[in-house]
């Protein structure tokens, strides 16, 4: 099973490392007033913003402001060729 982040523009990126409900908590976690550090840097973030590691874009900063939802998604083959 795996975990899409999809944002209000409809955009949907595949993250690693946690499901849907921890991914929401942390989400949640990030628009509050605690503040987060960036496991890349170890330095702090601006309030509400997460960073978030995805399976093709490595790591990204995601605002939870801006994401539509979050859902787990079962894992697929890659299709690597179609038949015409």
Known sequence: MGTELVFSNGQRVRVSGTNAEGLTRS????SSEEEIRSPSTGGP???GWLPVQTEEEG???VNPSEVAYVRD???Q???LEQVP
């Open 27 to 30: 989400l949640n976690r990030a």
């Open 77 to 79: 083959e890659p299709v």
């Open 45 to 47: 973030l601006p309030q």
């Open 59 to 61: 790591e990204i900063l």
């Open 73 to 75: 998604v079962p894992n």
